[in-house]
Structures are given as C-alpha cells and as structure tokens.
C-alpha cells in the first residue's frame, strides 16, 4: 500500500520534469512516452527568453527570505514571552491570539488589503512581505518547544546576572534548532508557492514572484486555444525545485521538530 502510495506522488512528479525535456507536439503522442527519445533543453533556455524569470527569482527570493527572516525572530520573541515570561493576562491573551488560527484566510484578505492599501505598500515590497513576517502557528510551534527547556537552565543564566534577552538568545534558540528550522520550512514553503496575495499587491511585471509570473506565463503561451506544455513544465520545474531543495536539506530538522514541539502543553 505504501509502494501504491509513493507512486502516485512521484510518478506526475517525474512526468512533469520528463515533459519539460520533450518537444512541443509530443505531449500528447499515443502511447504516452514517460522518457522521450531525445532530451529538449531549449524549453528552459526559451523560458528565460520569453520571460524576465530571472527577475520574478529574485524577487520571489527576497520575499520569501525576509519573510522566514521576520517570522523565525517575531515569533521565537512572542513565544519565549509566552512561555516564560509572566505578566498579567498573558494565558488569556495567548488563547485569544490562538484562536485567529480557526479565521479562514478568505476572511481577512480583504481587511489586510485596505490595510496594505492605505499605508500606500501596493506593488511594493513592504506590502509583500510585513504581513506574513509573524503567524499564529508558528508562535504556538515554538512556544510549545520553548516549554520543554528545564527551567533550571534558565534560573542559573539568571543567577549569573543574564537579561532575558541574553537567556532567550543563549540557551532557548540554541536549544530549539530543530523547531526554529521545521517554522523556517513552513515559512519558506507558504511564501515561496503563495499565489493569491502577490496576486492582490504585485501591479507591475517588475514586482511580480514566481507563482504570479507562471501563471501569466501560462496563459501568454496559449496560441489558438493550444498551450505549450512543455514550456509551462519547464516553468513548474524551476518554480518547484528550491522547495524540494530546501526540505531535503531540512528534512532531518523538520521531523524532529515536530516531534519535540509537542513534549509538553
């Protein structure tokens, strides 16, 4: 069942990169080919021709970078609050602070954007990215691996004459790599693939991420109702590739996290 599983994943992984590399009128040949004959790079190389993708890369690079920048130290800051800090409603506040997880997004994306709109951040990057650069989850991701730290770490750095900006940053971060890396994944991962949002904000080509830029791409090499498969497989493979990348690497720290995020409630 497991084998019958995976399959089903990576096999329309492996026709996406397969189709990228084959040429535009053999798509849809009969039997399907899964490798074609010959291997067609010039779908990668048009694809940079076509499109300033290069600039929708280093867009969507510099969002999403600051975005895991912003959410990785706001919310490590706002858990370490309210994990170990004491001050007067703070349990209250914390539930309440939980609860916008159970608010669709489709209910404050309007309201953001007034908000947005009226600070004047349209087609800009500060309306990109100051949104995103905190979340419900990953306070509570990090508040819940914050509580597994013995507090006696902590009262012996206090009794050594460390500020609670000194413990936070010498023995919580330190301490919590695994869970500090499973929310720069998260992050990461809902930015980079993120449609809607730079839908709303981006107005210019020049300001338009990777998501956006795909799905103009998508129809602008639509030619008498045809689409050109290969080119748009080609588009999904570069958009695709850093998240792999990126979970590969962290794949390790991302499971571990999970697991010890969860020790105490």
């Known amino acids: 069942m497991l084998i019958v599983v995976t399959l089903t994943m990576v096999v329309p992984f492996v026709w996406m990169v397969t189709t990228s590399l084959k040429e535009p009128n053999s798509t849809f040949e009969y039997p399907p080919q899964l490798i074609p004959d010959e291997?067609?790079?010039?779908?990668?190389?048009?694809?940079?021709?076509?499109?300033?993708?290069?600039?929708?890369?280093?867009?969507?690079?510099?969002?999403?970078?600051?975005?895991?920048l912003g959410q990785v130290v706001i919310c490590s800051l706002a858990a370490y609050g309210f994990a170990r800090l004491k001050f007067i409603g703070r349990d209250i506040l914390f539930i309440l602070y939980l609860g916008t997880m159970m608010i669709p997004y489709q209910v404050t994306l309007i309201p953001l954007f007034l908000i947005v709109f009226g600070l004047g951040w349209i087609d800009r990057y500060e309306g990109l990215i100051i949104p995103w650069i905190s979340s419900a989850f990953g306070i509570f991701l990090l508040r819940q691996a914050f509580l597994g730290v013995p507090r006696d770490y902590q009262e012996a750095a206090?009794?050594?004459?460390?500020?609670?900006?000194?413990?936070?940053?010498?023995?919580?971060?330190?301490?919590?790599?695994?869970?500090?890396?499973?929310?720069?994944?998260?992050?990461?991962?809902?930015?980079?693939?993120?449609?809607?949002?730079?839908?709303?904000?981006?107005?210019?080509?020049?300001?338009?991420?990777?998501?956006?830029?795909?799905?103009?791409?998508?129809?602008?090499?639509?030619?008498?109702?045809?689409?050109?498969?290969?080119?748009?497989?080609?588009?999904?493979?570069?958009?695709?590739?850093?998240?792999?990348?990126?979970?590969?690497?962290?794949?390790?720290?991302?499971?571990?996290?999970?697991?010890?995020?969860?020790?105490?409630?």
């Open 158 to 265: 206090r009794i050594d004459g460390a500020s609670e900006f000194t413990i936070y940053r010498r023995i919580f971060l330190p301490l919590n790599g695994p869970a500090l890396a499973t929310l720069a994944v998260f992050a990461f991962m809902g930015t980079w693939t993120d449609l809607l949002w730079p839908l709303l904000i981006s107005r210019s080509p020049e300001m338009r991420t990777l998501e956006l830029g795909l799905a103009y791409f998508n129809s602008s090499t639509s030619a008498f109702r045809q689409t050109n498969w290969p080119l748009v497989m080609s588009a999904s493979v570069v958009v695709m590739l850093p998240v792999l990348i990126v979970y590969i690497f962290a794949q390790r720290y991302f499971v571990e996290g999970i697991s010890l995020s969860g020790v105490k409630g």
């Open 39 to 68: 291997f067609n790079f010039e779908n990668y190389q048009m694809l940079f021709t076509l499109v300033p993708f290069g600039r929708y890369i280093l867009n969507t690079l510099f969002v999403t970078l600051m975005t895991v």
